[in-house]
């Protein structure tokens, strides 16, 4: 009895020691690939994330190009045939198929909505993949994407002028507000995309009369309702509990419950606009007799923080809140918020497009895109 207790306690024992170094093979094996998968993340991230420019200049289909458009990781180019998301040192992520007669892109974050003006569909595209997909019974006039994935569309309406509709990234409608007399020129998100501040644009007694609505997702009254007059608003941004209405022929600037506290109006022809991220908006003025174009940097106050005059036209600009970058037919002027000059590259491949992003420049051009330092 005694050698068989001795034979079962070493069958035990040897089971044990068996069943632990398959734990350790096992638990080494994981390590192993745990590193090695940390590893691999940390170059995949280094390459999208690095400012490496050994990728430029990419050279594009010959593909027309519509849009030219930053997002979180990186940018991204839609041409009349493709979506392509391209990371800061160049590297192409991903590349999705577009057959639309009008596309358009809005991008906030890490989302990119693809829509067709005039269609009754859109997507919702990553670097990575495809959120969502809705196709719609009403044609799309305009549309955008918030950083939490909500789209906001402003809808044709057989019984109303116009009306706007949000969905969620799992395209469930989740609010919708008619509008039965004007016509809604533009939007912009509030509260990380639970609600809007919208312009609107129609005509009282002969003259034009334009409103403000503050709308909120979770709630069917409007929040405030302010009229600005004979004025159309044509662009909006809302930051720090303060709302910039773009007019025609003046900046209005109100607080969050719709009342406002400034007034200026425009020195000369308004020609272009960048409703800057960090509280910023950055105005091209042009006096076309003269021929000279006049910039001026607000803050969400209505203060003005930089004036630049230049004896040439600007063909395009952008801002990432930090720099300002302006396109003219010679050359591309890098700026700081106070539109101070820091750099000056001479314009010699003919660019239609240009983005700015932390220090460096991109820009379209002859179907290429370059990568340049600000300053």
Known sequence: MKKKLNIDIYRKTKHRQAFN???KYISFIVLILIFLVFIWIFFINQKIYSQDDSNFPITLSEDSVVGFEKNETGFVVLTNRNLDFYSLSGLKLRSVGNTAISPSIDSCGDHTLLYEQGGTSYSIEKSSQTIAKNILDSKIMLAKVAENGNVAL????SRYICGLVVYDKSSNQIF???????????FCFTNNGQGCVALTMGAKGGYAKGT?????FSRKDELFKTE?????????KVSGGSVCVNCENKLVFMDDRG????EIPHPDRLMKCVMAPNNYSVFVFCDELKEKTNLIVYDKLGSEVGNLKLDEKVKNID????NVVILTDDSIICCDMQLKILNNVE???NVDKIICIDSFGYDISSNRIHKFLLH
């Open 212 to 216: 403000i609505y503050g709308l909120n």
């Open 259 to 262: 009342s406002i506290f400034k």
């Open 319 to 322: 801002s990432d809140g930090k």
């Open 347 to 349: 314009n010699k491949q």
């Open 21 to 23: 170094r398959r734990v």
């Open 154 to 157: 402003v809808l044709q309406d």
């Open 176 to 186: 919708k507000w008619n509008s039965a007399e004007n016509i809604i020129t533009d």
């Open 228 to 236: 600005i007059g004979n004025s159309m608003p044509i662009g909006v």
